[in-house]
């Protein structure tokens, strides 16, 4: 039984000489008590052996106590909490029915305060944070919170809903911590990533993950569907929190998750700091809203069926559909017909990512756009170019009927193009919609044309106001949205 045991242990032993190289089989005849040792430790005593697929374990404590906690020590600091709060006015129920007005005297109920909280990232040292445009919407206060416990108020310098960002400054003058705004374009799938924010109000936290994925297009965040994913937690209370590198440069502001209980699946959405950048610049430049440029071109994705059509090797890039007359892309020499697939030599795999690509570049730069034309590469120089005041500023509807709270303007190109509808649309289009007002109950949404109320067709935005402020019982109108023509009829 000892002989066959010997057997045993010399087989095993020769076979795990016959898995190694040459030059490690060699070795482990010349030196067999370091073989254990050269394994573990790597033919040089610090590195895995070449050529092996083998890993090692840690032999240094500073090796078993790797940890984020100097990139954290170094960045927590800039990301404060957002505490932002608005006076909602409240109605009894029994306001606007005719017989209670006509034989009670209603009192007015007193107005009730709604509060939001979520997270924020100071990107400057004076004190320029930014958070997410629905964190502070329709805030009447917002004070900042930072991570030593001070609070402060602030004010908004610019908001804008289409690209979820917001950027606040902290009134009270000094210098605070910051951390700078990185490149989102070096960043690569696999990359490790800190996601810094106070999830359901319980305080700053951090998790860590990988960028999982790159220019995703989730539909209904912003309207730039060009997002850095990430698997990070990412819960409730963390939009716009700040999304770190291993550099301790954000690369992105948390926005969004996809969930199904409300909690983080692992699937989050980030937008990349290129753009925070663009938007933060326009803010401290004096800018109370973000101007993307003009090109006067409407495009739609290229899908399996128009690759094949025009030749593509695979459906990638931007189909331009519209061209106005007299606009940059015009003068650029854009036709109908064109795919866009590169912009300063960088990909354009969608519309989102060609919008996304234009927005991060300055007004008065020119752009090299790369298009297919007829099975051939057409290489055009685009000025960036700022959008013409050609539609007036927004028309708020007043009044007790359905429209009440849609704030509306007269279609142009630029506007067109900013509501990414097609640039020759004429009409009068809602632009807005007051949360929680008539129209937002009637179910108006931005981007909507009314092309008939009461039987009439309002030409100006002037007029679109007088026919949905009049006094009417009956209410019978007509809205264009995606190319379908909506009617209805109503007693309000």
């Known amino acids: 039984m000892r002989t066959s045991m010997k057997w045993v242990g010399a087989a ?65 600091p800039a990301v404060v909490n957002v505490y932002a709060s608005s006076r909602v006015e409240v109605r009894s129920p029994f306001m606007g029915d005719p017989f209670f007005e006509r034989f009670f005297d209603l009192p007015r109920m007193p107005p009730r305060v709604q509060s939001s909280l979520g997270s924020g990232v100071l990107v400057d040292p004076s004190g320029i944070v930014v958070t997410n445009y629905h964190v502070i919407r329709q805030a009447d206060e917002v004070k900042i919170a930072m991570a030593d416990g001070r609070e402060f108020a602030s004010e908004i310098l610019l908001k804008d809903e289409g690209l979820d960002i917001a950027v606040l400054k902290i009134e009270n003058g000094g210098e605070f911590p910051s951390v700078r705004l990185g490149d989102s374009e070096a960043l690569e799938v696999g990359d490790l990533v800190l996601a ?95 101007e993307r440029p003009y090109v006067g071109a409407s495009y739609e994705p290229v899908t399996p069926r128009i690759a094949e059509a025009l030749g593509m090797e695979r459906p990638a890039g931007a189909l331009v559909t519209n061209v106005a007359d007299g606009s940059p892309a015009k003068r650029a020499g854009m036709k109908s017909g064109d795919v866009i697939v590169a912009v300063n030599g960088k ?60 704030s509306v303007a007269l279609l142009s190109p630029s506007l067109a193009q900013r509501l990414r509808l097609p640039v020759n649309l004429k009409g009068v289009v809602v632009v807005d919609v007051a949360r929680n007002s ?10 909507d044309i009314l092309r008939e109320i009461n039987g009439e067709e309002p030409q100006t935005a002037e007029e679109a106001r007088a026919l949905a402020e009049s006094n009417s019982r009956w209410w019978r109108f007509t809205i264009e949205r995606d190319g379908r023509v909506l009617r209805q009829m109503l007693r309000y």
């Not at 969608?350 to 590469?377: H, N, V």
Request: aromatic share 6%.
């Open 12 to 76: 095993i032993a020769l076979a795990a000489i016959a898995v190694l190289p040459a030059g490690m089989a060699g070795s482990q005849e010349a030196e067999p008590q370091g073989f254990i040792s050269k394994l573990l430790r790597g033919s040089q005593g610090n590195e895995a052996p070449v050529g092996t697929a083998l890993e090692r374990v840690p032999f240094s404590q500073a090796e078993v106590q790797l940890s984020f906690a100097p990139l954290v020590r170094e960045t927590a």
């Open 196 to 290: 810094i924010g106070n999830p359901f109000g319980v305080g700053q936290t951090t998790t860590s993950g990988i960028v999982s994925a790159l220019a995703r297009t989730p539909r209904g965040i912003t309207d730039f569907g060009f997002f850095i994913q990430t698997d990070a937690a990412i819960n409730p209370g963390n939009s716009g929190g700040a999304l770190i590198d291993m550099k301790g440069e954000v690369v992105g502001i948390n926005t969004a998750i996809f969930s199904r209980s409300g909690g983080s699946n692992g699937i989050g959405f980030a937008i990349p700091a290129n753009i925070v950048r663009a938007v933060v610049k326009a803010a401290q430049n004096g800018a109370d809203f973000f």
């Open 347 to 406: 990909p354009v795999e969608t519309p989102d990512a060609l919008e996304y690509r234009l927005a991060t570049l300055g007004i008065g730069e020119t752009a090299d756009i790369e298009t297919l034309r007829g099975g051939r590469r057409v290489t055009l120089s685009l000025a960036i170019e700022r959008p013409p005041q050609d539609a007036g500023r927004p028309i708020e509807i007043g009044g007790e009927g359905p429209f009440a709270g849609a």
């Open 438 to 447: 008539p129209a937002d109950r009637l179910g108006l949404r931005r981007g």
